[in-house]
Every structure is written in structure tokens, then in C-alpha cells.
């Protein structure tokens, strides 16, 4: 396969920029985002090549990022930094398909990348990006999972990394792992954004090399969640997808990748894609429902730490890709939220709370009448159970009153003496 030549463009004012030189946003302050050529190229020879390395045992394209790599990231395979992320299931919703109201609808289950998110993807490809261009330190601000994922993979490749998180607001999982793989943690006294402002500061001045998703190459390894879902799914594109939004990036990724495929005809169809914010975070939600211009949210609240973002930075690119693939944007409340995870763990397969926002939105879209109950629908889930078992357990214990969240299908454990009377009667 002969190369795609790649270059960075403005998502504002179109101006390109070579890959030569390390660069977050254009002169204008728009974000950039990697663009290619496509003349010349075969879609169905891609395929083909793609479907070759589909159960690759070792090397760079056993990743389900690189398998892709064409549309990944030119580079040569000797500076790619992977642990393997991606080829993550595809489940059957069980359960949480029968709450949804939906038929066909299956969950993709990117809480099984090797950090646990789907953080994992963009990460493998954003650190290729460090490596290349020599840093040594590499830093994010993080609402947890980019953290746990940065400081994996700067591990595995020998970086040093630095991690800037809210106080006190993410969850216990996520800062277990950033400290386990040996982040420099700093918890600075504000929140995600205050923390996001406050990291590109110091990338700038400190030359070290920035890991947010406003890295467009993170951008661009994220895109491959959508590639193995139509992989699994033999290329038959689903009529849906529906997606958590916090920073904005995942869906930005997601569509980027689904338009690439389309231009190349890999795919005919193109999809729909729901994306679905936390009420109390939700500024891309209030902009599109009341077709207002973007307002950031000053204070963002919700029990999915993930997504408590009130000024995300990719939500023009976001916006671009809703756009080509008439796409929504949908909120949902906290209550809504914590059924949805509890059905979604009652099904056997588990998530952590702002991936449930996919079934809880799903939902909700099909009592609207927007989604079809026929449809073939497939929701993302972003992030592993076991990031936040403090959610799962004040669920389950009906504990979280104090934010207006109540234990509807909580599941209580008990204490009984050690009897067998007391089990017959605990299990009557
Ligand atoms: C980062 C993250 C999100 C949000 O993705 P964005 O790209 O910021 O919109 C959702 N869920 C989980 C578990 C995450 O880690
Ligand atoms: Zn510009």
C-alpha cells in the first residue's frame, strides 16, 4: 500500500501546517486536525489488507489501532508505542438492549482496553506522536482516564509524565493507576478546566509535549473504535451509534473516521451518531437543543466524573461531524444515568458511569421517537466497572441521596447470622 500523505489543518480557516514541527492549534487559535489525500487510493484493496491482519498475534498490527494504520498514522513501525489497545468486544446488550427498547443494539466495550478506557486508543497513537518528536516529558490534564492511560504508556516507552487533575474529583480507579505507573500527580486547586488552561501553559513554556485530545493525533487513534466495530460487524454499517460527551473528542474521532471510510467507499451508508452529555455538564446538549451559540458551563456537576466538562475543546469539531452524519445530541439526568449503568451491569457486562449515558441516551432517543426500535444501534461503552466501584457500591447501598440519586434496582447485600435457617430465609 503506498503511503496517504497526511497534514495538519485548521478546523477555523482551512490553513495547513506540514507534520514537521510540533503544533496543538493554528495561528488563528482554531484547532487542527490531520487531513489527507485519498487520490490514488483503493478503499476495497484497504479492506482487504486490513481484513488480512485481523487476528494478528504479535507485532504492531496484533493492535486494533494499527491494524488500521493507514488511517491511523504514517510512521514507521519501529517508533510505534502500542500495548496492544483495542479488539475490544462487541457485545449482544442482553438486559440493557430490553431497557433501551431496542432490538438490535450492541455495546462496545472499550472499558477492555489494556487502562481499562478507550483512552488507550488515541494514547497509543499520541505517544507514536511524542516519541517522533523527540519529548522526553509528556503531560495532560485529566478527569482521570487520560491520566491512567498516559502514564502507562509513558511508562512502557520511557517517558516521564506529568498528570494535572482536579482536586479531589476524579475517580479512586483512575488515580489508583496514574499514580501506580508513576505519573508526577499534581491536584491543582480547581477544576477540569481550570486544569486544561493551566496544562497548555505549560506545555508551552516548559517544552514538554501535550497528550489532551486536543492533540490531533489522539484524535486519530480513537477513530479505529469505529473501524473494528464495522470489522465485527462484517462492514455492514449499523444504523446508529451512540456515544458519551465530555471533552468532545471521542465522537469528533468517531465521525472523522466514518467520513474517511465513506470517501473511500469502504463504506456506502453513512450512520447516524448520538451524542449524549450528562445534564449538569452538558454545553453542547444546550447549544443544540435551544440553537443557541456555544456557551461553556461554569460549574459542572455529575456523578460521571468522565464527562464533567463544562468547556470541552473540541466541540467545533465535534459539531462538524454531527453535521455530515445528521447527528444528535441528547442530555441526560443523574438518575437517568445510574439505572442505565445498573442495567448494564445486570447484564452481565458492566461499565462505569459516563459509558452508561450511551443506554441511558439510547432510551431516551427511542421514546422520542428518533431512534427506531428496529434500528441496529451500537453504543460505546467508554470505561471499565471497576473505575468508580465508589458509584457502584452508594448505588447499591442507596447511599446517594445527597445527590438526588436513588437506588432503583439496587441490589443491597445482606447480613444474616451463620445459619442455614438464616440463607433459606435470606434466599426466599
Ligand atoms: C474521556 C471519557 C469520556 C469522554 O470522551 P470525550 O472524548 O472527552 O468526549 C467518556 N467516558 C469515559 C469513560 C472517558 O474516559
Ligand atoms: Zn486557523
Known amino acids: 500500500m503506498k ?11 482551512g490553513k495547513t501546517y506540514d507534520l514537521s514541527q510540533v503544533r496543538y492549534n493554528c495561528q488563528c487559535g482554531g484547532t487542527l486536525d490531520l487531513t489527507r489525500d485519498f487520490s490514488g487510493v483503493d478503499g476495497r484493496e484497504l479492506k482487504k489488507l486490513w481484513d488480512s491482519r485481523w487476528g494478528a498475534k504479535r507485532g504492531v ?23 496492544q489497545e483495542g479488539n475490544t468486544r462487541l457485545y449482544p446488550a442482553g438486559k440493557a438492549g430490553e431497557y433501551a427498547g431496542l432490538k438490535n443494539f450492541y455495546l ?29 516529558t509528556v503531560a495532560c490534564a485529566s478527569t482521570g482516564n487520560t491520566s491512567a492511560s498516559m502514564a502507562s504508556y509513558a511508562a512502557v516507552s520511557g517517558m516521564k509524565s506529568v498528570i494535572f487533575i482536579p482536586e479531589g474529583k476524579i475517580a479512586y480507579g483512575k488515580l489508583a493507576q496514574a499514580l501506580a505507573f508513576g505519573g508526577k500527580t499534581l491536584q491543582i486547586r480547581g477544576n477540569f478546566d481550570d486544569a486544561m488552561r493551566l496544562v497548555q501553559e505549560v506545555c508551552r513554556e516548559l517544552n514538554i509535549y501535550l497528550l489532551n485530545s486536543i492533540n490531533p493525533f489522539r484524535i486519530e487513534g480513537q477513530k479505529a473504535i469505529g473501524f473494528e466495530v464495522l470489522q465485527q460487524l462484517d462492514w455492514q454499517v449499523p444504523d446508529w451509534f451512540v456515544i458519551p460527551g465530555g471533552n468532545l473528542g471521542n465522537n469528533t ?64 469539531k465535534s459539531l462538524r461531524g454531527l453535521e455530515w452524519c445528521n447527528g444528535v445530541v441528547e442530555d441526560v439526568t443523574e438518575q437517568e444515568i445510574m439505572d442505565a449503568k445498573a442495567m448494564v451491569d445486570a447484564a452481565g457486562i458492566g461499565a462505569e458511569p459516563a459509558s452508561c449515558c450511551s443506554v441511558a441516551g439510547a432510551k431516551k432517543l427511542v421514546e422520542a421517537g428518533v431512534i427506531d426500535p428496529e434500528a441496529q444501534v451500537v453504543g460505546i461503552l467508554t470505561g471499565n466497572i471497576l473505575k468508580d466501584p465508589d458509584a457502584v457500591i452508594g448505588y447499591h447501598k442507596d447511599e446517594l441521596g445527597k445527590l438526588n440519586i436513588r437506588g432503583t434496582y439496587a441490589n443491597q447485600p445482606q447480613v444474616i447470622d451463620c445459619t442455614l435457617e438464616a440463607v433459606r430465609q435470606a434466599l426466599e
Open 3 to 13: 503511503v496517504i500523505p497526511s497534514c495538519l489543518k485548521c478546523v477555523r480557516c
Open 61 to 83: 498490527y496484533a493492535s486494533g489501532v494499527w491494524r488500521y494504520k493507514e488511517l491511523i498514522l504514517d510512521i514507521d513501525d519501529s517508533c510505534i508505542v502500542s500495548r
Open 108 to 136: 462496545k466495550h472499550e472499558g477492555e482496553n489494556p487502562t481499562g478506557s478507550f483512552k488507550d486508543r488515541g494514547m497509543t497513537c499520541g505517544s507514536t506522536a511524542a516519541k517522533f518528536y523527540g519529548a522526553r
Open 253 to 316: 474521532a468517531l465521525s472523522k473516521g466514518l467520513q474517511e471510510l465513506y470517501e473511500l467507499g469502504i463504506i456506502a451508508k453513512i450512520p447516524r451518531i448520538a451524542v449524549i452529555q450528562a445534564a449538569g455538564s452538558a454545553p453542547l446538549a444546550n447549544m443544540w437543543k435551544h440553537k443557541t451559540p456555544f456557551r461553556a458551563v461554569e460549574n459542572p456537576e455529575t456523578i460521571a466524573t468522565a464527562i464533567k466538562i463544562g468547556n470541552p475543546v473540541s466541540w467545533e
